[in-house]
């Protein structure tokens, strides 16, 4: 038995897609609800798929674990030195940072770890939550015991930078203090975590800015 | 002067970033990062589906291209480059997984009974109704072999022409428009296959409600 009018369609239907139509396809077309439909439904799939699976952003992590591996390797050699490094003129502020910063690499290790191990994923996930929550505690008191020290003696510095700087530390102080809470109401929420690790961070980089500021204008 | 830097880099042409790049220049891989890192993960995304998964295999398709980026001399376009390393690094996580050593052809050539379109000419549906639910096309490309997927996203998705497609995955063109036309012809399937559960479901829904008033 030779092919149907709609086999034969469907079987240059890919050609038809790619605007290479078969002469004897169009009569055929016209007439023919099924193989309509057909392309009706293959056109709409195309023009809704970039709606269907907008890009999106992998999170700030992604980055600089790539940068921490890529220096690692050696491939790149950073500008400058890294911020925690900037703090080394201010040496009396230098252990409570880095005791800080100690504590940011163990609580990315501790956090984001575990997701590189799913096998092992379930065995060690209510371990891994007292661990982090326990970590979480004592980064807050260097934080701000760094903060204690430091804040006062960047005072004395420009006053424009003192205030610009104080002001960024009230919006980090207020991100940080939103996210532990999102952190005790959903204990288990990673994405609460996440945010609340970067905005450790933040604070320890700015910080780390205060230092420096603090170095450099004496 | 270390903030005019800053922004300088942030606004380097890619060819300058690059030449850059290969001399270990840090800035300047974080700007090539910043350039492609939304098309990389989406890509990595659409094909495992797992947010964690696909940043971790962002940062691996990164790493591989800032590891051989001194090899680099723009022969192809960077941007297809770094999209047949990152598709590499997710078809080998995939083969790993299944614990598979097929070739790309293989992942690309996915016969009917493993999720190819059937030629059902009988088949009573007609056109799909409207418009298409975005969460049903997106759980319908979760379906789809590994090799439908990475030629349906690559083209449909990200609007890459068949021409680059082929240079990406390594295969002929006509390959990659015949890859393309199955994987939309099974797509079809499967929407059709999400409206008639649907419909089936308000059905018996309505029987239900409709036993319930007698």
């Known amino acids: 038995m030779g092919m149907t009018r709609c086999e034969e369609f469907w079987n240059r239907s890919e050609a038809w897609m790619e605007n290479e139509r078969h002469p004897e396809d169009s009569d055929h077309f016209a007439a023919c609800p099924r193989c309509r439909a057909l392309i009706a439904d293959l056109e709409m799939i195309r023009k809704a798929a970039p709606l269907a699976l907008p890009e999106t952003e992998p999170s700030a992590r992604v980055w600089s674990s790539l940068r921490a591996q890529l220096e690692k390797e050696g491939l790149i050699r950073a500008q400058g030195s890294k911020w925690w490094q900037n703090l080394l003129p201010t040496g009396v502020f230098r252990p409570a940072l ?13 956090t984001f770890g575990w997701r590189n191990h799913s096998k092992e994923l379930a065995l060690i996930h209510d371990a891994w939550l007292d661990r982090a929550q326990n970590a979480m505690a004592p980064l807050q008191a260097q934080l701000n015991s760094a903060e204690a020290k430091l804040v006062p003696a960047a005072q004395t510095q420009n006053s424009d930078v003192t205030a610009t700087l104080n002001r960024n530390l009230a919006i980090v102080d207020n991100m ?7 952190v005790r109401d959903d204990p288990q929420n990673e994405i609460t975590r996440d ?12 910080l780390a800015t205060m230092a420096q500021s603090g170095a450099e204008g004496r | 002067m270390a903030r005019a830097r800053r922004i300088q ?18 800035a300047a891989f974080e700007r090539i990062y910043q350039l492609h890192n939304r098309r990389v993960y989406s890509l990595c995304l659409r094909m495992v589906g797992n947010t964690a998964e696909a940043e971790d295999l962002t940062q691996e398709a990164f790493l591989q291209l800032f590891r051989k980026i001194s090899t680099f001399r723009g022969e192809s376009a960077f941007s297809t480059w770094l999209h047949r390393l990152a598709v590499n690094v997710v078809l080998m996580r995939l083969r790993k997984k299944t614990g598979t050593e097929s070739s790309l052809e293989e992942v690309t050539e996915p016969d009917e009974e ?3 379109p059937r030629k059902d000419f ?10 298409i639910d975005r969460v049903n096309l997106k759980r319908a490309v ?5 090799g439908y997927k990475a030629i349906f996203v690559l083209h449909d998705v990200q609007g890459y022409e068949h021409n680059e497609i082929a240079d990406i995955l390594g295969c002929s063109i006509g390959n990659s428009k015949s890859q393309l036309h199955k994987a939309r012809m099974r797509l079809r399937e499967l929407l059709h296959e999400t409206e008639r559960d649907k419909a089936r ?3 018996q829904a309505f029987k239900r409600d409709a036993a319930g008033e007698d």
């Open chain 2, 201 to 203: 479901e308000e059905r």
């Open chain 2, 114 to 116: 493993s999720g190819g």
């Open chain 2, 142 to 146: 979760d379906q789809l072999p590994a």
């Open chain 1, 176 to 182: 940080i203090s939103m996210c532990e809470k999102s």
């Open chain 1, 98 to 110: 880095a005791g800080a910063y100690l504590g940011l690499v163990i609580i990315a290790s501790v």
């Open chain 2, 9 to 26: 880099d942030t606004e380097l042409p890619e060819a300058e970033a690059i030449r850059r790049a290969q001399q270990g220049d840090a």
């Open chain 1, 195 to 206: 945010y609340l690790y970067t905005a450790y961070q933040q604070k320890a980089d700015l």
């Open chain 2, 122 to 131: 009988g088949a009573p549906d007609l056109k799909l109704s409207g418009s």
